[in-house]
C-alpha cells in the first residue's frame, strides 16, 4: 500500500540578481531550479515535489518566500536535514525553516497576506555594488506627490492595467491593505546613497507585474508624466489609461508571507 504524501512547509530567502525568476525554465538559472537540483542531491533516489506560494520574476528577490515541499517518506531530522540543505545551496539562497503541515492547507489559496517592498533611488547614479538591491531612476522625482498617489492604490479596485494581458483569466479586482511610500530603512550598505526610498504594498494576492506596473506609474507620476487624476482614472471599473511602464524588477523584494494555518 503507498505510503500518503507528507508535506513540508519551507521558507526561503534569497537574492534574485542572477535568476530568471522563480519558476523553471528551460536553459535559463532560476530559484526553482536552484532548489530542486539540491534537493535531487541530498535526498537521491527519493521522489519529492515543490509548490510554491506565488512566482518571482526575473532579478526579483525575496525576504520571506515559502515553498510546500512534498515527500513520500518523512523527514527524520528536521533540523539536520536544513543544515544539509544550506550547505549545498548556492550562497545566494538560504532556507531558514522547515515545518510539518496538513494536507488541507492550499498554499496559494490560503495566502493570508503578502508584503512586497519596492527599493529605489534617484538623482546621481549609484554605486555599482547597489545593482542588486535598488533600482536607480535617472532624473528628478517628486517624491511628495508619489507619497500621496501611493495611498491611492489602498482598498479593492480593478487593478486590470497593472498586469499584463491574458484573455480575460485573471481575477483583476484586487484588495490592497496598504500601499506607502517613505524612506528606506529596510536594506542599508556603506554604498547605499544617502536617500533611498521604499513602496510597501501589503494585500492577499498580486498578479503577475501589479506591484512593479503599480511603482512604473508613481515614477512616470513623479516625472510628471503622469497626473493624480490619472492615477485615479487607472482605478476605475473600466480604465481609459494604458499604462506600460514596469519597473526593473531588481528593486522588488517580497518581504512577508502569511498564510490561515
Known sequence: ??????????????????????????????????????????????????????????????????????????????????????????????????????????????????????????????????????????????????KEAARLFEGIHNFSAYTVKDRGKTQTTRSITSCMLKRNTLLSANFFPKKSYALHVEGAGFMRYQVRMMMGALIQLGKAELTLSDIEASLQEQPNIQLTYIAPGSGLVLNRSEFSI
Open 1 to 146: 500500500m503507498r505510503q500518503a504524501t507528507l508535506s513540508y512547509l519551507i521558507r526561503t530567502q534569497y537574492l534574485g540578481f542572477r535568476y530568471s525568476g522563480w519558476q523553471i525554465q528551460p536553459g535559463q538559472r532560476t530559484v526553482e531550479g536552484m532548489l530542486s537540483k539540491t534537493l535531487k542531491f541530498i535526498l537521491p533516489g527519493e521522489p519529492f515535489k515543490i509548490l510554491a506560494a506565488g512566482r518571482t520574476d526575473a532579478k526579483v528577490s525575496a525576504l520571506d518566500m515559502a515553498f510546500e515541499l512534498f515527500l513520500d517518506a518523512a523527514l527524520e531530522n528536521m533540523p539536520n536535514f536544513l543544515e544539509l540543505f544550506n550547505l549545498n545551496l548556492p550562497p545566494d539562497i538560504r532556507v531558514l525553516s522547515i515545518a510539518p503541515i496538513s494536507q488541507k492547507l492550499n498554499i496559494i489559496k490560503d495566502a493570508k497576506t503578502k508584503e512586497y517592498v519596492y527599493l529605489f533611488s534617484y538623482g546621481e547614479k549609484n554605486h555599482p555594488f547597489c545593482a542588486p538591491f535598488l533600482a536607480h531612476i535617472h532624473g528628478n522625482l517628486d517624491i511628495s506627490v508619489m
